[in-house]
């Protein structure tokens, strides 16, 4: 499968833990930045002749996609359009909100675009954390925001976030129980990643914040027993659905499928390439200017090795898990040995024989797991 995915790198204000490509809001440069999106995905269009109709899926993300103007919005989509892309036969078209920005124009805006698929950015329903970790926007401005998008009509995932700095597993699983009763039908929970670079991680380097690692494992499992109880499903480690609303963009990543981003930094693969654009907004900008040359791209192509270790990777933290006899394609196995005290201790199980999955408390232990079988693979005779 194909998708296409881009970037809109604008946020209201940067989060203190935020490590991704993104910039603060700077509405002289909408219009730039739109003219440049859509200039590069044109240049795209030429060297790929017939790729960006082959789609199947479409998702704007970032930073803050529902930051951007209107006519700006309406700007991406009509290029798209123009260059084949029928966004209203696509499997998915998802588009990214965060609650300062969610307001009914936008919102209306989206659906006449072709948006079918609303993600909001909420993190948690506590104040106060929403303060410590440097969040824009307010209690209630997330809830008006949840209110407004479940009563659209599109499908709506919510993301939260836990092991935050003084968050209680109580506090956790309620903001899993407060989000899930509202009428969507996906959501997300991440574990804080502190980078030392962020504002957060220097606090926490300084001894401001403290993070209480003990308390993961009790929020996870306990935030997916109280999801599975509500009829959300987990289909990859931080991912839940209702049956029949799993992300179709997503699992296209997890499953090696290919897909094009635009936007500074974005990653593409395909044709076993993982590449992407500059990063930092100048360069990038440059980059289009000059006609987006391949030359200026960061390319990384895959050996067999490197698809191997991707597949163990994106298969196992998955819940459909890693399909044993599909190694032998790469003419290598997973001895008996190698996952045998995983299955002893309960961290993973054996469908068929031949599929084997993280299970109970393997999903907190999913990158030793990973690395330890990663390490234990051998070629067949
Ligand atoms: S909203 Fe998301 S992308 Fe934007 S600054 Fe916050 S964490 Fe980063």
Redesign the pocket.
Known sequence: MFGLYIHIPF?????D????H?MPAFPKLYQEYTDLLCREVEFFDAAHPGLLKTAQTLYLG???PSILPLDCLSQIFGCLRSLGVDVDSLKEVSMEF?PESTRKHTVEKALELGVRRFSL?LQTFDGNLLTTIG??HSVEAGIQALDLLTSSGAQVSGDLMFNLPGQTVRSFLNDVDRLSDFNLNHISFYGLTVSPRSMLGQKVSKGLLNIDEDLYEEMYLNGVELLGRKGFERYEVSNFARPGYESIHNRNYWSRGEYAGFGPGAHSFWGNTRFYAPEMYPRWRDFVREGAPESRLTTDKLNDEDVLMELLWLSLRQSSGLDLQGLSSFGVRLPPSSYEKWLKKGFVSMENHDRLKLCGRGWIFMDEIVTDLANSYSELE
């Open positions: 946020c209201a204000k940067i989060c833990y935020c490590d991704f993104v970032g930073g803050t965060n950015g969040r824009s």
